[in-house]
């Protein structure tokens, strides 16, 4: 006889149940935030938004699909982009935000994608780095959930709320975006860039 789950066994979880079953995702939250906001700060804060609202709702949880970390990705994506439409409401808001920060890059100069050093990315070459940053945030969460993350397409799509064509869509123009931009540093490395390399690479026999 199946073991109750600890999600079904209370209609509201309390704060240390909720924590002991959601802390271990709690690195690949903060990857993605990251990925998301471009400053630790911010997404530190994404982190603990996501979190405290997780909580709140926690009996709406169901076990199924990508389970928690899932559930905890579709919670930090639409705290993001809430966010995200109302800053668009009140500009003066977003740039008093950063404003004493003189980490920031300076005017007219991309901030940083990713945390490349929270991803291990120490001795990556700064041309793949540079590419990876180049990508438009909606590329770039694509392919951290897919080659970072390891999820599924119909996980991504849960994730961003998109049918799971379109995360195809976007995996595939990702991936031809930093073969184009790579070229150079293909030819160094002595690495294929075709159309054949590519198929051989992606995750054709992988469920959705």
Avoid: C
């Avoid at 990857?31 to 709140?56: G, I, K, N, S």
């Avoid at 030819?187 to 198929?199: F, P």
């Amino acid at each position: 006889m199946p073991v109750p789950s600890p999600w079904r066994a209370h209609h509201r979880l309390d704060r240390a149940t909720f924590e002991q079953l959601a802390v271990e995702h709690m690195d690949a939250v903060y990857r993605l935030a990251l990925q998301l906001a471009h400053h630790p700060d911010e997404a530190a804060d994404l982190v603990q938004e996501a979190y405290l609202r997780a909580l709140r709702f926690a009996d709406g949880f169901e076990e199924k699909g990508g389970g928690m970390r899932s559930w905890l990705f579709t919670i930090l994506h639409n705290v993001f982009y809430s966010r995200k439409k109302r800053e668009a409401r009140a500009p003066m808001a977003v740039e008093s935000f950063h404003e004493a920060d003189d980490s920031q890059p300076a005017p007219g100069e991309p901030p940083p994608a990713w945390d490349l050093r929270s991803l291990d990315w120490d001795h990556v070459d700064e041309r793949v780095k540079k590419a990876v940053e180049a990508l438009s945030p909606e590329h770039r969460e694509v392919l951290l959930l897919w080659g970072v993350e390891g999820m599924k397409y119909r996980e991504i799509a849960a994730v961003m709320n998109v049918p799971i064509g379109t995360i195809m869509s976007r995996l595939h123009r990702a991936r031809a975006i930093l073969a184009s931009s790579l070229e150079e540093l293909a030819a160094d490395r002595g690495w294929t860039t075709g159309r054949g390399a590519s198929a051989s690479r992606t995750r054709s026999t992988d469920p959705l």
